[in-house]
């Protein structure tokens, strides 16, 4: 999920679905290994086209529980996360909002520190302990970039720089997330120096709420 569905389960109380059915389970993993994605994805949009719309970045584990829910209950599962339980307190929501370039510029730098801190050692020791990208934990930023050179055929400056590049897709899709809940509060920051004045503006906010 990430940090945004953590925050909205937080804040908009957490779905109690329906225990996994394995077989059902089952019968949609050998449709996806058969079959591929977009099989899955044609009959999603059928049942729940309105998961296909809220999800931007739907992945395959997410995709298979959608169809899951749908073929336990009868319902989609978009129609029953509607009935949640709320926070029982007052909700204050803040954003910084980075200038794109310095944000920019910081995610590449700590890819870099990754690297150097030992990113590519522990995907290594991962594979040779038999991970892989069929683990849901390994198909993320870093982790699928590095195991898919250890196959060969990538160089590791293009690996690096593809990881960079992921990394930057990836915050623009949380940004798009966020940006989508018109209950945070947004302030504008462009570098560490701006800090005291955001802190105190945040502060201000907070105050007259």
Known sequence: GGSGLYIRALIDGIFEGPTSNIEIRNQLEHRLKFEGINSLLKELKEVDPIFINKNFSPNNRRIIR???VYKVTGKPITELQKYTTPAPFNIIQIGLMWDRKILYERINERVDWMIKMGLVEEVKRLKEMGYSLNNNALQTVGYQELLKYFEGGVSFRDTVDLIKQNSRRYAKRQLIWFRA??????????????????????????MNC
């Open 181 to 206: 809940d018109k209950r945070i509060k947004w302030f504008q920051i462009h570098d560490e120096s701006e800090l005291d004045i955001v802190i105190n503006r945040v502060i201000n906010y907070f």
């Open 66 to 68: 959608a169809l899951e």
